[in-house]
DNA sequence: CACAAAAGTCAACAAGTGTTCACTGAATAA
DNA sequence: TTATTCAGTGAACACTTGTTGACTTTTGTG
């Protein structure tokens, strides 16, 4: 106890010193290392029938190849372990979106392309989105909520975008909001009905690729209706 | 074992004497019981941040009032329990869906009162709906299919129903389908969504409930453009 | 009545759980 | 060089978990 005291006198803590090098090297570099190694066995232990509640602390350390009590040195916990989750696989599909807005959207096509991007990228992320579906309505209130506030933050940019469509001139930004809300509401669930599809069966995918096409040319259709009087002499 | 047999050959099991009496008797009636109050105990458990995953077998007897061994007189494990949770949650609901389509669907703002008519019975039941939230991405993939099955189920009913309208004349029933599995996927979300607001918040009801009343409407309007040519002379 | 069927009890089991504490050894800083 | 920080160790803790087998006690039945 006083001698904790003296040594923190004769010395400064590493917030005084401002976090002066500890990036970059190789210390630093080796606890990054364990630290992704905690979230991928965590993603990796859920594959499968686990709810990422299911899924105990000791396990995480054993696939990462830690002892338990390590675990402390990186989360306080395995809810904070779960936001960083929630943090990680919206940053790589929020990277992902920002590259997909780079390229000019395609003119024809473009809901089509857009359905096939998507669930292309869920693919190739299959464990991020198997998380995210799981915990979406799952899990812990605050993991819940995380989760819910990064969907809203996909859906207002998606509203942005929409506002460029001349079909956009004739509703409320805040309408706008709502169809962009049904629109990400939709292919989320596909996107969950799709990675729970038992792999290698193209038939399915492609029934449930053309039923998600449709829903939002459902959704194209009313949104071009939305607000405009109907046709006056039909 | 061989004491067994012999006990065994003296008397015809249950099965044999094709369940004869054992219904209604007070034998039958105390098992019910303990059923209901294992089943009961489960949902309440699942009250706030817990899912089914993680209720323990020896939670639910406990809160039941009986002992661990009793549970298996009743169920093969908690997965057969969650199995008939799904049963018992959508049993309750297509009664009660059945009593909404004998009264006679209201003409004027059909869509308002549709949409009050099951969050408030969602609110009445919303253990069970909230069960239902949380296994239909979360669970066992025997519990989560069990779910989507019934859901489905659902979709049916609504489509039939749908045909109904005048405006289901140009769309074919594989569209029908279609149109009334993105109904129902909405108007679920905002349950979810609705059952897990903080309760006695007026203002978040209300605007989810405009929310949800705003997309039906955008549906609605979807399907009246369906298949059939966008005005010709606008 | 006599006897089986069956819901529920009791005790024990091997295993797994989260968290703690004093520790070691290498990277870092003075 | 020397002292300190700190990721990772190893052991121990007090629990909780699912499942088992042999039991009691009430209810149903030939």
């Known amino acids: 106890m006083t001698l904790k005291k003296l040594r923190a006198k004769r010395h400064r803590s ?26 991928d066995a965590a993603l990796e232990l859920m594959q499968g029938e686990r709810s990422f509640s299911s899924v105990s602390l000791r396990e995480v350390t054993r696939s990462a190849g830690i002892v338990p009590a390590a675990f402390y040195r990186h989360f306080s916990g395995m809810e904070e372990l779960g936001l960083a ?24 096509h473009l809901i ?14 299959r464990k991020h989105f198997q998380f995210i579906a799981k915990e979406r309505f799952g899990g812990s209130s605050v993991i819940r909520f995380a989760v819910r506030k990064e969907v809203h933050l996909f859906t207002s940019e998606l509203a942005t975008d929409l506002a460029r469509f001349p079909l956009a001139a004739k509703i409320s930004t805040e309408d706008l909001q709502m169809i962009a809300g ?3 509401q939709a292919v989320l669930m596909a996107t969950e009905a799709f990675l729970d599809l038992p792999p290698n069966e193209p038939d399915d995918a492609a029934q449930l690729f053309r039923q998600t096409e449709k829903q939002l040319r459902l959704l194209f259709i009313g949104a071009q209706g939305w607000r405009s009087k109907v046709a006056r002499n039909a």
Not at 25 to 37: L, M
Not at 95 to 100: K, L, P, Q, Y
């Open 182 to 184: 049904t629109v990400v």
């Open 112 to 125: 089509q392309r857009s359905v096939q991007t998507f669930l292309g990228y869920a693919q190739t992320h």
């Open 14 to 39: 590493a917030v005084e010193r401002e976090e002066a090098s500890p990036n970059g090297g190789p210390r630093d570099e080796r606890k990054q290392r364990t630290r992704r190694a905690l979230l």
């Open 85 to 108: 989750l929630v943090d990680d696989s919206f940053k790589t599909l929020r990277r992902s979106m920002r590259e997909a807005r780079a390229a000019a959207l395609p003119a024809t």
